[in-house]
C-alpha cells in the first residue's frame, strides 16, 4: 500500500490538469510541474481532523522549503495557527485540488483560496472591525471595534441549505455567523432556520457587511 | 462509492462547467436532492469528496428547500440519477 503522497502523485498523473510531478525530494515533497516550466515543491499530509502547527513545522526544518501544503483528506480542517505559520514562511495550503490553483499563480507559496481572501479583506476593510483572524481555514474570529467580537463560518455554497448549516456546525464547532461565499444563489428559509436554532444567523456578504456594523 | 440505501430517493444534480461539458473544467458540482434532513447529512458523511477525479462542490438540499428556491433552474442542473424510493433512512421499508 503507497503513502498518501503516492496517491496524489497519482491523481495528478490522471486528472488531465497539465501538472506533472517530475521528482520527489529526500523530504518527500513532490516537484511539480505546471505549463511554462514552472516548477514548485509540495508535501503531503494525512491529518484526519485538524492539522496542527505540530503537524506543519516539519516541513520546514530542512533547506528544501514547500511552496504549498496539502492535506488529504481535504474535509480535515486547518487550524488558525497552523495556518499562520505556513503564511509565516511564505508558503501555502489547501487541498489537492489547491495544486492545479496554485500553479496558475506560478507563486505558489503567494497561493490564497479565492473567496476567502475575498472575505478577509472585505472585512478587515469594514470601518468597525479591528483585526481579523483565522479559526480554522474558513472560520473567522472577527474583532470589531464596537460590539463582541464575531465567530465567521463562510460556507462555500452558491445557495445556502439546512445541510450546510448543520455540517458547518458539526465540523467547526459555534460560530455566530454562517455566510455563504457566492454571491449569487440564495439561502433557503430551512437554512436561516437551522441556524437560528443554534443561535446563529445565515447571511449573505451583504447581510454580513450590515452585521458587523451593529 | 457504494451508498447503499441510504440513498433512496435521492436525485442527483450535476450544474457548472462539467454540466455545461467544458473540457477544461476544474471541479464537480454536484447537488443531490434528499427526501429528508436525517438523509441529507448522512449522506454527507458518506460521500467521500477525495474519491472524485476533480474537487467535489457537493450541495445537499430536501426537495422541499429546492422546490421553494427553484434550485434546478437557477442552476441549470441536469438530473444524472434518479434512485427509486425504497428502504427508509432508518434500515425500514418505506410505507
Known amino acids: ?214 | 462509492m457504494l451508498l447503499g440505501p441510504i440513498a433512496s430517493g435521492t436525485e442527483w444534480h450535476l450544474f457548472g462547467s462539467v454540466n455545461r461539458d467544458h473540457s477544461d473544467a476544474s471541479d464537480i458540482d454536484l447537488m443531490i436532492l434528499c427526501e429528508s434532513d436525517v438523509q441529507a447529512d448522512m449522506l454527507r458523511q458518506a460521500i467521500d469528496p477525495d474519491s472524485f477525479s476533480l474537487p467535489l462542490h457537493l450541495s445537499l438540499l430536501s426537495f422541499e428547500e429546492a422546490a421553494t428556491i427553484d434550485a434546478t433552474s437557477m442552476q441549470q442542473s441536469t438530473v444524472v440519477l434518479r434512485l427509486p424510493p425504497g428502504l427508509d433512512h432508518q434500515g425500514s421499508p418505506a410505507h
Open chain 1, 1 to 214: 500500500m503507497g503513502s498518501v503522497t503516492d496517491w496524489v502523485a497519482k491523481k495528478l498523473a490522471t486528472n488531465g490538469q497539465q501538472l506533472e510531478v517530475v521528482d520527489r525530494t529526500p523530504e518527500d515533497f513532490l516537484v511539480i510541474r505546471a505549463k511554462e516550466d514552472y516548477t514548485f515543491l509540495v508535501a503531503v499530509l494525512s491529518v484526519q481532523d485538524i492539522v496542527q502547527v505540530s503537524h506543519v513545522q516539519p516541513l520546514f526544518v530542512g533547506t528544501r522549503k514547500p511552496q504549498l501544503v496539502v492535506n488529504v483528506p481535504s474535509k480535515a480542517l486547518w487550524s488558525g495557527a497552523a495556518i499562520d505559520f505556513v503564511h509565516s514562511v511564505q508558503s501555502a495550503f489547501g487541498t489537492m485540488g489547491d495544486i492545479a490553483r496554485a500553479a496558475e499563480t506560478r507563486a505558489a507559496g503567494l497561493f490564497r483560496d479565492r473567496n476567502m481572501r475575498f472575505f478577509i479583506n472585505a472585512m478587515e476593510q469594514h470601518e468597525n472591525v479591528s483585526t481579523v483572524s483565522y479559526v480554522y481555514d474558513s472560520v473567522f474570529r472577527v474583532d470589531r471595534r464596537c460590539g463582541s467580537s464575531l465567530t465567521v463560518a463562510v460556507i462555500d455554497a452558491y445557495n445556502m441549505s439546512a445541510e450546510d448549516v448543520r455540517n458547518a456546525r458539526t465540523r467547526v464547532g459555534h460560530f455566530d455567523i454562517v455566510v455563504k461565499a457566492s454571491s449569487y444563489g440564495s439561502i433557503t428559509e430551512q437554512a436561516e432556520s437551522a441556524a437560528e436554532s443554534m443561535a446563529a444567523q445565515a447571511l449573505t456578504f451583504r447581510g454580513l457587511m450590515q452585521r458587523l456594523a451593529r
